[in-house]
């Protein structure tokens, strides 16, 4: 399989380059993806369905589980209630995309990997009338964010100036189509990325708000912030839906280089740092560190009943996505979960 590259940034507006990103995803997606998921799913459980249908007289036979009572006791006659099963999916995203994610030391910006992770998720589930909407978080308020020195590794495009009458967080709804999917898209890969860190926990917690119908809940994110600030929002978003949280990682956030002394921004908060990275004792809590920190990440959305995948953004993102896609296909069929 051959590895599935992001096309570099090119001179230009930011929707000419967000142009050529997603043809290139999209063709990408498209060859690899196409027909995973295809008759994969009836309805989202089990059986003849799970949406409330009409009532009607009981006949022998029917399933006594499915009495309706309270037209039973009105009418004095009983009652079963039918249900009819989904056959239309709808899937939401919670999007985060915070200063931290505009980051990348290997072949991609961490930035490119949610947007490529979105063009998948939508291909994935965009057919036969089913609907796919998304909540983005861009960061919030004025931070100075030192746009000099940093990384000596890191790629960085220049940033306009945070406006802070704009909103943190945009609402792009639910609509069926792949046209709309595609438009979908695109709104996502022309937002700017402001100063900040997006409040994760607050940016799920939209996706139970308003109430909706049993669907598919992914969230995009890096995951950065504390998990006690987010963990109880997925468990939340898990009791009605099927969650899966995609993290995107950069390996230097999991491991410092020997290259000497650093001065490192935090494009979150604009706080300056120097380390001294010859310290094998310092490289070595570090890593450590970011061990402990990815280890509660992950702890903390196996307990709220969420699939996991991590995209890293020195590995072959689509032939990860693939491989997730088809362990859980095989999952399904061998009646196991995640």
Known sequence: MTTAEIPPPAAGTGAARAEAVLSRLQLLVTRKLDGLLQGDYAGLLPGPGSEAGESREYRPGDDVRRMDWPVTARTTQPHVRRTVADRELET????????????????????????????????????????????????????PVETGGGFPW???????????????VVRL???????????????????????GRTDLGELIDMLNRPPRRRGVAVVISDFL???????????????RHDVLAIEVVDPRELELPDVGVLTLADPETGALHEVQT?????????????????????????????????????????????????AQRHARTRGTTR
Do not use: C
């Not at 069926?176 to 890969?189: F, W």
């Not at 590995?315 to 990860?320: I, N, V």
């Open 92 to 143: 939401w995203m919670a999007i985060d995309l915070s200063a931290s994610l505009d980051f990348g030391t290997a072949r991609y910006l961490k930035r490119d990997l949610v947007l490529a992770a979105a063009t998948a998720m939508a291909h994935l589930t965009v057919r036969g009338g089913n609907r796919i909407g998304a909540v983005v978080g861009t960061g919030a308020g004025r931070v």
């Open 154 to 168: 890191r790629r960085r495009r220049p940033r306009p100036a945070a406006v802070p009458e704009a909103p943190s």
């Open 173 to 195: 709804p639910a609509r069926p189509g792949r046209k709309e999917a595609q438009g979908l898209l695109r709104a996502i890969a022309r937002t700017e990325i402001r100063p």
């Open 225 to 239: 912030a504390p998990a006690e600030s987010w963990a109880r929002p997925v468990r939340k978003l898990g009791v």
């Open 278 to 326: 010859a310290d094998a004792a310092l490289r070595a809590r570090y890593a450590e560190a970011a061990g402990q920190q990815r280890g509660e990440i992950a702890r903390a959305l196996r307990a709220a009943g969420a699939a996991h995948l991590r995209l890293r953004t020195d590995t072959d993102w689509l032939l990860d996505i693939v491989r997730f896609v088809a």
